[in-house]
């Protein structure tokens, strides 16, 4: 079962808009959540996270919004550049031994000029 | 650089040959994780260390699989009797204990550029 879904695999916006990228997630237990960048033949890139006890992170042009209730949460990107083009996974964490991160399926961004 | 590395950044084996991978952490990360990741997908969580304890292992982690991190730094993974299912991206990742002296996010983890296996 997939504890945490990325259900749009692409996304494309124009220079300079906002891009807004989501994620569901099912276990209730999750109170960490963090967003990794992945270009081709590199690993993920940490970007930003956030902890369940807020609902609002921000770090420049990256914002994570959480929305504990419905489960969910959204990355703004503002204003996205061309590169901003990668694709973009979100991850959570629960408080067990070791804290493995379990990510969704990837956004693939494209960022047009 | 005093990032995550990987060695090697590609392998290409046929049916049936073992192959061992090797991480490097962050020097002062004392976790360390495997994750596998197919085309398409994200990242999987395979295994995960504190220094030299293996802690957890993953269901996907089958006895054809093993990982070792002796003196807890460097980590191997190594897959014995390869199968075409298990060509995938084998990406390491470390971190330091949330709390450690490295002005870290809680459970950040970061990652290597990946070992890309490919068995024929």
């Known amino acids: 079962d997939q504890q945490v879904k990325q259900n749009s695999p692409s996304l494309s916006v124009q220079e300079g808009r906002i891009s807004i990228l989501n994620c569901d997630y099912t276990?209730?237990?999750?109170?960490?959540f963090l967003w990794y960048k992945k270009y081709p033949a590199e690993g993920p890139t940490f970007l930003i996270s956030?902890?369940?006890?807020?609902d609002k992170n921000e770090d420049g042009r990256f914002t994570v919004f959480l929305n504990k209730s419905a489960k969910h949460l959204s990355l703004h990107i503002v204003p996205s550049q061309p590169g901003d083009s990668a694709v973009y996974f979100c991850a959570a964490s629960a408080p067990r031994a070791g804290n493995m991160l379990t990510f969704g399926g990837g956004t693939r961004l494209m960022v047009k000029p | 650089d005093t990032g995550v590395s990987q060695d090697p950044r590609h392998k290409i084996t046929k049916r049936g040959q073992n192959v061992t991978f090797r991480c490097d952490p962050i020097?002062?990360?004392?976790?360390l994780y495997w994750y596998r990741q197919t085309l398409g997908q994200g990242p999987e969580f395979l295994t995960y260390?504190?220094?030299?304890?293996?802690?957890?292992k993953s269901r996907l982690l089958s006895d054809r699989f093993s990982a070792e991190r002796p003196k807890g730094s460097f980590s191997t993974l190594e897959i014995q009797r390869t199968e075409q299912g298990d060509s995938a991206m084998y990406l390491c990742?470390?971190?330091?204990?949330?709390?450690?002296?490295?002005?870290?996010?809680?459970?950040?983890?970061?990652f290597g550029p990946g070992t890309r296996l490919t068995v024929l």
């Open positions: 020097s002062e990360h004392n976790r």
């Open positions: 260390f504190q220094n030299e304890a293996q802690l957890e």
């Open positions: 276990n209730s237990m999750f109170d960490y």
């Open positions: 956030i902890s369940s006890i807020k």
């Open positions: 990742a470390s971190s330091s204990r949330p709390g450690g002296t490295v002005k870290l996010y809680y459970n950040e983890q970061f």
